[in-house]
């Protein structure tokens, strides 16, 4: 599945995208299971917005919470002034997370597919362990940018040890909200790091360093049909734009590391209840 030329691209771009690996029908199920949580969710009990544009302020208990199943986060612009939706709650969604393989079964199936951990030894990890999942909606006309950032500022491990696999449940591109990422740059240090301090139950981001994040103009555009894959390493940089399309951008991602991997006590990530989830 993965070339000797693959791994070598992931090792000196950051990143590899594996076209099509994936059909629509094997994706179906993981689709159909989120439109159920969604379906089930109640927004008027839980009102947790997923932005990045207020370096992480308001991440709250329901957010920390998640680590260990799967809880539906909104849109900020699906909520109107006085904080009540403005639209159907099945298109205010901006993610469900961040342990969907913990809890439902669709995606535990999923992540247990041959391919998955075929893919995260091939690049390197002895025995993977899912550490985080993500259904991710970039929902029409609303679905929020996520700034430029490295997944090793919010994953703390050691130096690549996390592997992000971002799976296209529907095709991917530039209108729609695509992956953008800057070959290479995963050589350079960590700019940001997200830690928790528990006693206070509550998140810092720090910088590091000031290097600039690119502009779109050098950065590349990883546009991709439906079931292809993106692995990458957890100091690229990348982004994904605001959804202004009338197209959804539905994704799926995983996070993993070797079991050996250290887990910082820091991240705010912290199953305290689930084994190991092994693939
Ligand atoms: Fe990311």
New binding site residues.
């Given amino acids: 599945m993965l070339s000797p030329s693959h791994v070598s691209q992931f090792d000196s771009d950051g990143f590899v995208v594996l076209e099509s690996l994936f059909s629509a029908a094997e994706l179906a199920p993981l689709v159909a299971a989120a439109t159920r949580i969604v379906a089930d969710f109640d927004a008027d009990k839980h009102r947790s917005v997923f932005r990045t544009d207020d370096r992480d302020e308001g991440r709250d208990d329901y957010f920390l919470d998640s680590a260990e199943g799967a809880y539906c986060f909104l849109e900020a612009d699906a909520l109107d002034a006085d904080g009540n939706l403005n639209r159907d709650k099945a298109l205010a969604i901006n993610k469900i997370g961040h342990a969907m393989h913990a809890s439902e079964p669709a995606y535990a199936d999923f992540c247990r597919d041959n391919r998955i951990g075929d893919l995260l030894r091939a690049l390197g990890q002895a025995e993977p362990q899912i550490r985080q999942t993500m259904y991710i909606f970039k929902q029409p006309g609303i679905g929020g940018e996520?700034r430029w950032?490295q997944?090793a500022s919010y994953l703390i491990s050691e130096r690549g040890g996390v592997i992000?696999l971002w799976i296209a449940l529907e095709a991917a591109d530039r209108n729609n909200g695509c992956l953008w990422v800057q070959p290479g740059r995963h050589r350079e240090d960590l700019r940001e790091i997200y830690e928790i301090d528990w006693e206070r139950r509550s998140g810092t981001l720090t910088t590091l360093n000031e290097t600039p994040w690119t502009d779109n103009e050098n950065a590349l555009a990883l546009e991709v049909p439906v079931g292809s894959v993106v692995a990458f390493h957890d100091h690229m940089p990348?982004f994904s734009s605001y959804n202004s399309s009338s197209r959804s951008r539905h994704a799926f991602t995983i996070h993993a590391t070797a079991r050996a991997a250290p887990w910082s006590e820091r991240n705010w990530l912290q199953p305290r209840t689930a084994a190991p989830f092994l693939v």
């Fill in positions: 996520v950032h997944d992000g990348h």
